[in-house]
């Protein structure tokens, strides 16, 4: 169980355009759902935190504009990173719990490799 | 505040043993454990949420200080399969808090 689907897993994508990163929770309902980025050899960073039915969250430094996040129901989050430039290329992982409670483990999707040309 | 994990790297031989530190400047609520091979997504290995606790389960396990701002993970007679980058995060305990994740230490295992 706690299953955590994320699509694509690899874009690459010109500069300029939009790409949609989608996260699906599969055997759960998450109200909550985690955006982490994270380039080659460094530590995952929180970008946003997606809340359903509401606006996201988003950490200190990370742009709201350009990291737009939706989550219009309890199992679908989305990213979508607006006019991609070469330094947005990183991974991108979504993540959620399948209960409430910081005892319990985050559950990551699979990650989408993002490069931007 | 991002946790610091100690050594940034280590390699070892097939059998060796390898402790991780997970350190912060502040009492944490809770610490998780994740490994991570490279290009795939973080696997979950273990929640510590007590000041004192140990916790383990095979040959990995780990503990959470009596002050709650350290925490160690320990990989005993490793396998080539632990290799990989492992993350401590640290985050509320309640609700559906955020987690911080450490700044990772990369374990290589050699046969």
């Known amino acids: 169980g706690a299953v955590v689907s994320q699509h694509p897993s690899r874009v690459i994508c010109k500069s300029g355009t939009s790409v949609k990163i989608e996260c699906r929770s599969l055997?759960?309902?998450?109200?909550?759902m985690f955006w982490y980025r994270q380039f080659p050899k460094q530590s995952l960073m929180l970008m946003a935190t997606?809340?359903?039915?509401?606006?996201?969250?988003?950490e200190q430094g990370v742009e709201k504009d350009k990291f737009l996040i939706n989550h219009a129901s309890l199992t679908l989050s989305t990213l979508t990173v607006t006019s991609a430039h070469p330094e947005d290329s990183s991974f991108y992982i979504c993540?959620?719990?399948?209960?409430?409670?910081?005892?319990?483990?985050?559950?990551f999707g699979n990650g989408t490799r993002l490069t931007v040309t | 505040q991002q946790p610091v994990q100690s050594p940034q790297a280590v390699i070892l031989r097939e059998g060796e043993d390898a402790v991780i530190n997970c350190s912060s400047s502040?009492?944490?609520?809770?610490v998780h454990w994740y490994r991570q091979k490279h290009g795939e997504a973080p696997v979950f290995l273990m929640i510590?949420?007590?000041?004192?606790e140990q916790k383990g389960h095979d040959k990995i396990s780990a503990s959470f200080n009596e002050k709650k701002q350290q925490s160690s993970l320990y990989l005993t007679a490793s396998q080539l399969s632990y290799s990989g980058t492992y993350f401590c995060?640290?985050?509320?305990?309640?609700?559906?808090?955020?987690?911080?994740f450490g700044t990772g230490t990369r374990l290589t295992i050699i046969p």
């Open positions: 510590l949420l007590k000041g004192g």
């Open positions: 993540s959620a719990r399948d209960r409430q409670g910081g005892g319990s483990p985050l559950h």
């Open positions: 995060g640290t985050g509320g305990n309640f609700g559906n808090e955020k987690l911080t």
């Open positions: 997606s809340n359903e039915g509401s606006k996201a969250t988003y």
């Open positions: 055997d759960f309902q998450a109200t909550t």
């Open positions: 502040k009492a944490l609520y809770s």
